[in-house]
């Protein structure tokens, strides 16, 4: 089965083409970071204006890179929430044209489901029950994972996701936006035990918060002024650190007391390499196994919405043109 993919939830125009929920053979993404970059973050308006120009040019590379045609193709997905509702309207409005200018079905796909199922394409891709942390700049999302359409919410940050925290803390820093990436690259060369930034674990549950972390960065920086050099790069450690031991403890300690062996880490910010490093080291102390997605399936892309729309469609779900955006959709 064929599915073409269509993701247009935030700033991001991405489409794929893959089979059987499985293999991927296309996956186009046009980013928009340069124009969204001088403003310090995502203005909702440009970013639908420019989905509206880039989504057919990106759907036709995607059918040419897989070497089909629209005739091949046998269901559409489509991001229909959460996300920006004029983002999302764009894709939706995509979907249904193709749909009814071809006779394809259709179906809706969920943003926050695609991330936890990019993990599909993976040869060793994990079957559920499993656990999974959707990391990204919108949200920070633990999710019990027990079948295909069956995901129980066991924690969430109770203020500013993890990738908002990064990129408030890189714009109090003078760093680029999105934050993720020049964060990363200076923590690499810094000292991660230079500054002792504050861990926030609300309670015996699985929450998180970070708008305490980004304050003291705040705090720190008028008491010091913005560092330089080798300082800038043991901040930056410093604060990846805080970020990347609350959320690998929050995951391995849910998977102890829930009973889960099999975890995941997905989203924009499981591309971050000390994320990555300790998950993975903490999950193999406890004897547990830890999938990560390449670094090209944690940010947004079409063909995780082709997995999600794929196993929607095996569910029995199905689109019709009353379908409406959902920019809160709770899974």
Same mark, same amino acid.
Not at 178 to 189: E, R, S, V
Not at 209 to 215: E, V
Not at 296 to 321: H, K, P, Q, S
């Given at each position: ?32 970071? +340069?124009?969204?970059? @001088?403003?310090?973050?995502? #203005?909702?308006?440009?970013? &639908? ?15 040419? @890179? ?31 044209? =193709?749909?009814?200018?071809?006779? *394809?079905?259709? #179906? ?5 489901? %695609? ?5 599909? =394409? ?7 029950? /499993? ?5 990204? %700049? ?8 027990? +079948?295909?359409? $069956?995901?129980?919410?066991?924690? &969430? ?9 990064? +990129? *408030? ?27 002792? /930034? ?11 918060? /970070? &708008? ?7 705090? $720190? ?10 300082? =800038? ?14 959320? &690998?403890? *929050? ?9 889960? *062996?099999?975890?995941? =880490?997905? %989203? ?7 994320? @990555? ?31 999600? %729309? ?15 955006? +959902? ?5």
């Amino acid at each position: 089965m064929l599915v073409l993919g269509l993701e247009t939830s935030c700033d991001e125009t991405a489409a794929a083409v893959v089979e059987d929920g499985r293999r991927v053979l296309s996956d186009v993404v046009s980013t928009q970071v +340069d124009i969204h970059r @001088r403003w310090g973050g995502v #203005v909702p308006e440009l970013a &639908s204006r420019n989905h509206i120009v880039q989504v057919m040019p990106v759907v036709h590379e995607a059918l040419t @890179r897989a070497e089909k045609t629209l005739d091949d193709v046998d269901l559409i997905a489509v991001t229909s929430g959460p996300g920006l509702i004029g983002a999302l309207l764009v894709g939706l409005q995509v979907a249904k044209g =193709l749909s009814l200018a071809t006779g *394809k079905p259709f #179906v809706g796909a969920n943003h926050l489901e %695609g991330h936890l199922l990019a993990i599909r =394409l993976l040869e060793d891709a994990p079957e559920p029950p /499993f656990l999974g942390l959707v990391v990204s %700049g919108g949200h920070t999302s633990l999710y019990e994972v027990k +079948d295909f359409g $069956h995901y129980r919410l066991v924690g &969430s940050t109770r203020d500013d996701a993890a990738g908002e925290a990064y +990129d *408030k803390t890189a714009r109090i820093l003078g760093l680029p936006y999105p934050g993720g990436l020049p964060i990363d690259q200076l923590a690499q060369k810094g000292n991660p035990e230079a500054i002792r /930034f504050p861990r926030a674990l609300p309670g015996d549950n699985f929450d998180v918060s /970070f &708008s305490g972390l980004k304050t003291a960065v705040l705090h $720190h920086v008028q008491k010091h002024g913005v560092p330089e050099g080798q300082a =800038l790069s043991d901040l930056c450690a410093s604060f990846q650190e805080a970020v990347a031991d609350v959320l &690998s403890k *929050k995951l391995v300690a849910a998977a102890r007391r829930l009973g889960h *062996k099999q975890l995941v =880490l997905c %989203g924009g910010v499981a591309a971050n390499s000390r994320l @990555r490093a300790l998950c993975q080291q903490r999950a193999q102390e406890r004897g547990l196994r830890m999938f990560l997605p390449p670094v090209r399936l944690c940010t947004d892309n079409g063909a995780m919405i082709a997995v999600a %729309g794929y196993e929607a469609w095996r569910r029995g779900l199905r689109g019709d043109f009353r379908l409406a955006a +959902d920019p809160a959709w709770r899974m």
